[in-house]
């Protein structure tokens, strides 16, 4: 197996990617670009899209490493509008999207046309995150799109599974494809309730870090191993243990944590980077057959289903976000009222991915009886069109759009009172509960250490207070940064030291780094408890 290919995929899209950090470009339109641009590069190796790795070694990570991020509350909050854009926005596009493709492309039959609408109707949830947090979407919206993305993939893949059996002729049914959804769905979310339970009791009894973060490697892919074994949604088990797990991470070992952060870090990284630089890539393999499409009608079915796409959610947005108020009172009393700006946010910001050209890459060459899939090239055409077309239009005007916009800011000093008046509820508790181990003879400590934990104790009590200080006149620096830059310099010197000790042979190689995961862990420490 030759794997220089693969380790240029890697290590070029890892670099693409933080060389967008450096400009105003979001990484994802960069990657997708670059690939672009070098798919005919002579000397660039051939690489296919594979819809068999995509799907159960690729999206189940990136899902869970989202969904673990994502607010358990906010997403409660939110769940009337994500379970109307996540399934039935993807519905809706998939049957709009089908008809007019069936329309406008001559020979495409009316089966194969709805496999596209269900291959480019969901968003991307590495692409919605990506440009999200980039841009600084508003939190409510940010929410809803993070929660539809993360869910919308069990819908569209239902769709698709079902509009493929027609296609295909294997003889599909509206009452069929109901109860393919349902069992998908159902399966999907009671397989994720079984495994989160049992699942955290093992990420909070492990005792070692490294077990429990090879533990954290592992669950994305039962939960979608096991699902799609028992014909239900991966990507919904994925998402629901995802979510549980994030919501009770800190019942997890302190240790474990911060190891989770950097590995889930990197992991992240590489597979956002490496996936839309696939995207890219993927031109040669697009316009290869062809064939008599190629030119000016080609073109065309590319722009007409990019632009019906982009009206379909518009067309779906704007009644799914009023016409609910019209009609309940109860809604109209729990949710706020949207503004005529959010929506057009929410419809623009609606980006495809590497989940479209996967599930599109997964259509069979032939049907039932042996026949070419009809129009299978064309598809193909259009769903990478569509994406490209959405992550450069959209991706790239999706920041003006939002300062056009002119959303409220962020109100930093409110966020920044709120923050230290809960430190200033858990100091005291804290504080409480120190004085009641104190009081036990079985803890007692010399005073020098109690007062030290009492100092630990009134730095981030006051931590939070000092950001709202003035800053150094000297430096520019706030009171946080200065403190930040002390204590590093601090532990740089110590660190130093520790160094020449054991180049001297004073001390062996195990104990320096024994001493220098203690650094770390107070130098992680320091700068958190600076905010």
Do not use: C
């Amino acid at each position: 197996m030759d794997v220089m290919p693969l380790l240029l995929l890697v290590a070029g899209s890892a670099g693409i990617a933080g060389v967008a950090r450096r400009t105003p470009v979001p990484a994802p339109l960069l990657l997708v670009a670059v690939g672009l641009a070098i798919s005919y590069v002579p000397g660039i190796p051939h690489y296919t899209l594979d819809p068999d790795v995509v799907l159960p070694l690729v999206l189940p990570p990136l899902l869970y490493k989202e969904g673990t991020e994502s607010s358990y509350l906010d997403l409660r909050a939110q769940k009337r509008p994500v379970g109307l854009l996540s399934i039935g926005y993807v519905l809706f596009a998939t049957f709009l999207v089908g008809w007019v493709a069936y329309l406008v492309v001559p020979g495409l039959p009316l089966p194969a046309a709805l496999v596209l609408g269900a291959v480019v109707a969901p968003t991307d949830a590495v692409a919605a995150a990506a440009i999200a947090r980039r841009v600084g979407l508003p939190s409510r919206i940010t929410t809803i799109l993070q929660g539809e993305s993360l869910l919308n993939d069990a819908t569209a893949i239902t769709a698709y599974k079902v509009a493929l059996a027609a296609a295909v002729g294997a003889g599909a049914t509206w009452a069929g494809g109901i109860e393919e959804f349902l069992r998908a769905a159902v399966g999907g979310v009671l397989v994720g309730l079984v495994l989160m339970v049992p699942i955290h009791w093992l990420r909070t009894h492990l005792k070692e870090a490294l077990l429990q973060n090879t533990l954290s490697l592992l669950i994305p892919f039962v939960a979608y191993g096991v699902a799609e074994q028992l014909h239900g949604s991966g990507v919904l088990a994925v998402v629901v243990v995802a979510v549980y797990l994030g919501h009770h991470a800190w019942e997890v070992d302190f240790a474990t944590r911060l190891q989770e952060d950097a590995v889930w870090r990197m992991v992240a990284f590489l597979l956002e980077s490496a996936v839309f630089a696939l995207i890219g890539l993927q031109l040669p393999t697009v316009l290869k057959g062809l064939g008599a499409y190629r030119g000016g009608d080609a073109a065309w079915y590319a722009i007409a289903v990019f632009l019906v796409v982009v009206a379909a959610r518009f067309a779906w947005v704007y009644p799914a976000a009023f016409l609910p108020r019209l009609l309940s009172a109860r809604i109209r009393e729990r949710e706020e009222n949207p503004t005529w700006r959010a929506p057009i946010v929410t419809s623009w910001a609606a980006m495809r991915g590497v989940v479209s050209l996967a599930i599109a890459f997964s259509i069979p060459l032939t049907v039932h009886g042996g026949a070419p899939f009809p129009q299978r090239n064309m598809i193909l055409f259009l769903t990478f069109t569509t994406v490209i077309g959405t992550l450069v239009v959209q991706g790239l005007t999706l920041a003006p759009l939002i300062r056009l916009m002119r959303f409220p800011g962020r109100d930093l000093q409110a966020e920044t009172l709120a923050e230290a008046n809960a430190q200033a509820q858990a100091s005291r508790a804290a504080d409480k509960r120190l004085d009641d181990l104190l009081a036990d003879e079985r803890n007692a400590l010399p005073p020098p250490l109690a007062d030290r934990l009492r100092q630990v104790l009134e730095r981030r009590r006051n931590a939070v207070w000092e950001r709202l200080g003035q800053t150094n006149p000297v430096t520019g620096e706030s009171v946080d940064d200065t403190y930040r830059r002390l204590s590093r310099e601090m532990i740089s010197a110590e660190r130093e030291v520790f160094v020449k000790l054991r180049d001297h042979r004073y001390i062996d190689d195990e104990m320096l780094r024994a001493l220098l995961r203690r650094l770390d862990l107070e130098e992680a420490a320091a700068y958190r408890e600076a905010g």
